[in-house]
DNA sequence: TTGAAAGCGCTAACAT
DNA sequence: ATGTTAGCGCTTTCAA
């Protein structure tokens, strides 16, 4: 059927060996005599062996839990595209007997990451994956999964002390860059431009202030170019949050406004569209509902596409390919930065995850 | 292990016949009494069987060939993406015990697809994927691939009369409108445009017709704004093709072109960059090497990334999952419009192909 | 018409 | 340290 098909067996007969041998050498099992490893690696050497993966699955006939660790997806957009992804990996999964626990915690508050990190960690899964969007409370859980020699991978926010098995996101420099680019194309210099920040925990979000920094980055390695940019960084609670956006619109000076996370560009659209001024230009990121019609009306005239929902269905698929398959995962994989405008927008709606 | 699992023994036992009885019905081999079929009927119809892939797979121990058709990809950067796209499907699917075999020709001549075309049905492949670029030969050819009752997926260019298992692409039409909305940005309405083709069959190339009309269509349903929009098409081996760009460049009303093809874009950059000018918007299509250069030093304002590689990649994926693991594939799969700038370049070749 | 049994390639437990 | 063997769930062949 499959004459050039090299199997275990084969790498035996060839060895001199038995297949147990094989076996135990291609795993680094240990028990083997230097001499007998010696022939076998041989072998492996002049051939290409590639086990198959079917053979293998079905033989170890094991099934694995993996536990995913998200914000509440219930009212907020992102996190819910992060959950649908991790749905869609769920389906997938579910032919190599492989379950995935979702464990959702409240996005504004450490504790119940805290409680609902304990809890999935209680099920002895065999593999996590999380955002650790809360970097103190991150680094305590990770230590506590290490310990238990629980693999896990990491999306949406890198920390790289952890080690994770792998990093799924975006490069937050490049994206504040090319939030910068997009700013710039075909207006002139001069004004002020807005960098703001909507998020919980600010000043502990590490990959926002990476945004802010790349985008400033842009201009300032163009001495041609001259903007006024001032950071505004809000909570999502806060008092008078939009009466506070409506007077930074107000400032007649103003050129653009660059927001760091998809909930505030939602929030800074609403407000600009009421302020009816057309000359504001609008950079936020991410396909998500309330962010689709002020992109369709020209509100919004960019967003830099994370994807969570790709990132989230990736995470999972790295992890059971490690798991289920023993095959070995990318240390990180950066996402490209993908701008969205109003002509390709649909295009990215209609497209599939693979 | 995985106490949920229904085997066919359970449905055997439960049934209070053989396996072996539970597998005529299930697959309609015939050879069972009425009584016996409705005992195994009736427990069917009570749980909810699914079967085992994987232990389906090993079992039937089927191997499969795909036959992948496909331009030279020598001295053609985007038919290299293509079958660089393949060569990493090659490797992803020897696992599985299906090996995909490429089968290049030259494409400037169909005589030389109707050849290797017809090589590749002599072998009986189990499945066929092709980037089909000429259209009546591909008519003819996916006729007698139909009547081998081999299935087969189109990518690149979509010929829908021919009902494949999957096209995998981009909507042309779309792709022309995205190309129109990034010549408008922050320009102002008036001057002349050019759309040129460059490209061996192109009035037999829909796509780049389709590709032309949305660009027309995105001014034409814009009455503000006006254009003088002419269309260039030459073939790549034109006479004097250099100099002929060189002249359309001259005049000094224009104020951007849009490029049908990856190999146009680098060709008519190269001609603009020696022609100096700063003042024309150049749009084409596809991070090809020859491109790079001309986006990194601003010749080229924008590409649109068809991903060649990953559409390759991805039509194997279908068909192989179709094939060893008897999943649907979806009729068509569009890749999203993928705008790529200076700044989100290198985000794009970083990005792996998953 | 039916059941029993071999075997797909690999893993892992079990003798030796 | 090494070889043998019993599965994993399914397909398919072979007796009965």
Do not use: C
Not at 31 to 59: C, F, H
Not at 254 to 270: C, N, Q, Y
């Amino acid at each position: 059927m499959n004459p050039g098909k090299i199997r275990i067996k084969d790498i035996a007969q060839m060895a001199g060996v038995s297949k147990g041998t094989v076996d135990r050498v291609l795993h680094n099992r240990g028990r083997v005599s230097p001499d007998a490893y010696q022939k076998v690696m041989k072998v492996l050497q002049e051939i290409d062996y590639k086990p198959n993966l079917i053979a293998r699955t079905l033989s170890s006939n094991k099934s694995y839990r993996i536990a995913a660790l998200l914000p509440d997806p219930a009212n907020d957009g992102y996190w819910a595209q992060s959950a649908e992804g991790i749905r869609m990996a769920q389906s997938e999964w579910a032919y190599y007997n492989t379950s995935i626990d979702i464990y959702t915690f409240d996005q504004y508050n450490k504790e119940s990451f805290k409680q609902v990190a304990t809890n999935a960690l209680a099920t002895h899964p065999n593999g996590v994956v999380t955002a650790p969007i809360f970097y103190d409370e991150a680094l305590t859980f990770f230590e506590r999964v290490r310990e238990q020699e629980i693999p896990y991978v990491l999306f949406n926010t890198n920390i790289p002390e952890v080690r994770p098995l792998t990093f799924i996101g975006q490069d937050a420099y490049r994206s504040g860059t090319v939030g910068a680019e997009l700013m710039y194309l075909g207006q002139q210099s001069g004004g002020k431009l807005a960098v703001l920040h909507l998020d919980e925990d600010f000043h502990n979000s590490l990959h926002l202030l990476e945004k802010e920094r790349g985008f400033r980055a842009y201009f300032a390695h163009r001495n041609t170019i001259h903007f006024d940019i001032k950071e505004y960084s809000f909570r999502p609670d806060e008092d008078h949050l939009q009466e506070k956006i409506d007077t930074l619109l107000h400032d007649d000076a103003l050129r653009g406004i660059f927001v760091s996370t998809s909930k505030g560009t939602s929030v800074v659209a609403a407000s600009l569209e009421k302020s009816g001024k057309k000359n504001v230009r609008l950079i936020g990121y991410d396909i998500l509902k309330d962010n689709l019609k002020y992109l369709r009306n020209g509100t919004i005239d960019f967003l830099i596409n994370q994807n969570p929902k790709r990132q989230a269905f990736l995470s999972v698929s790295h992890l059971g390919n490690h798991l289920v398959f023993k095959k070995e995962a990318p240390r990180e994989e950066l996402f490209p930065l993908e701008v969205i405008t109003q002509q390709n927008l649909d295009s990215y709606l209609n497209s599939g995850i693979h």
